[in-house]
């Protein structure tokens, strides 16, 4: 999936190398069943439009990506697949395409005719991408298997998309930072969260420059184009990381007010969004049901 997952893990010592062990194979089941590409691989006879009857992990995963795709009138995608291909993000090489390919695998991408996570009948040719919401499966997944392994409390985090479950010993809450997009290196603020799932999208993960212009990985659906909503960062705070992972996407290509009000409208949800200049907006669920945010203050070192 393009990134480092670590868990920190609480209970008997003698379960958890085991425990971690088969976490992490829960992962790598996920990334298997959600690579857009991999040749003979559901995914990949679907987007031959071979009629395939889809169940388990990519049933799941497609119905929470129809879930926040249909409650975001589509800023949330997973039928971007071509033209995600087309920018080439996440192989080593991704380039500006031109603008009549743009359009034309543009032409492809309709979450819309996908009517259920079982998808898809025979001649429905979909390119799906699910980048926006897998890596948030996958965590969801590592911390059901390590629950049935008996662990009692920890946290799985990967790269940045993650979810924590039971109490955690002596403090009862784990403190999540929350990265400044201008300065990566530096926080923008810190999360304080009981057994929650928190998701961050931003433009400063992901991109390439070309003809001194920077072009990040997340599409706005309506261009084939990355987004310039006038957020930079989006975090979600949700009982589980999928949703979380789908939701911060969507936010992010739905801009500050409506991926703000979409949030606050979201049941379980809440929300830290942070604009082109800098301002942190937060959804008033924040500072109740044990999510606190605290800004950090900037400094110029
Ligand atoms: P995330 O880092 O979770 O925001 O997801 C970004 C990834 O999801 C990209 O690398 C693409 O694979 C895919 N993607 C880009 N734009 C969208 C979109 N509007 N909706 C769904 N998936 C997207
Ligand atoms: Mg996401």
Request: charged share 25%.
């Amino acid at each position: 999936m393009g990134t480092l997952v670590d868990v920190v893990l609480y209970g008997d010592k003698e379960v958890l190398p085991e425990a971690a062990g088969l976490a992490f194979e829960s992962i790598l089941r996920v990334e298997a069943a959600a690579h857009p590409s991999k040749e003979g691989s559901s995914l990949f006879r679907i987007r031959q439009g071979k009629g395939v009857r889809v169940e388990g992990d990519l049933a799941r995963i497609l119905d929470v990506a129809l879930e926040v795709s249909r409650a975001t009138s589509g800023a949330f995608d997973p039928t971007l697949g071509e033209v995600v291909n087309l920018w080439g993000f996440g192989r080593d090489d991704p380039h500006l395409p031109g603008p009549e390919k743009i359009v034309r695998a543009l032409e492809g991408a309709r979450y819309d005719r996908v009517l259920t996570g079982q998808c898809c009948p025979e001649g429905l040719d979909i390119w799906f991408d699910l980048g926006g919401v897998a890596k948030g499966y996958a965590v969801d997944e590592a911390v059901r298997s390590l629950q049935d392994s008996g662990v009692k409390a920890g946290i799985v985090n990967a790269g940045g998309d993650l979810r924590s479950f039971g109490v955690r010993p002596r403090r009862g809450y784990w403190k999540i930072g929350v990265q400044d997009p201008e300065n990566p290196q530096k926080l923008a603020g810190v999360l304080e969260i009981k057994e929650a799932a928190v998701a961050t999208s931003g433009d400063y993960q992901r991109y390439f420059e070309e003809g001194g212009i920077r072009y990040h990985h997340i599409l706005d659906p309506s261009t084939g184009y990355p987004a310039h909503s006038g957020l930079r960062g989006t975090t979600v705070i949700a009982p589980d990381c999928a949703t979380a992972d789908a939701l911060a996407t969507a936010a992010f290509v739905m801009g500050p007010e409506k991926g703000l009000a979409m949030l606050e409208k979201w049941e379980g949800a809440e929300g830290v969004l942070i604009t082109e200049d800098g301002t942190i907006l937060t959804t008033s669920g924040i500072g109740e049901g044990g999510i606190r945010f605290e800004r950090r203050e900037k400094t110029s070192d």
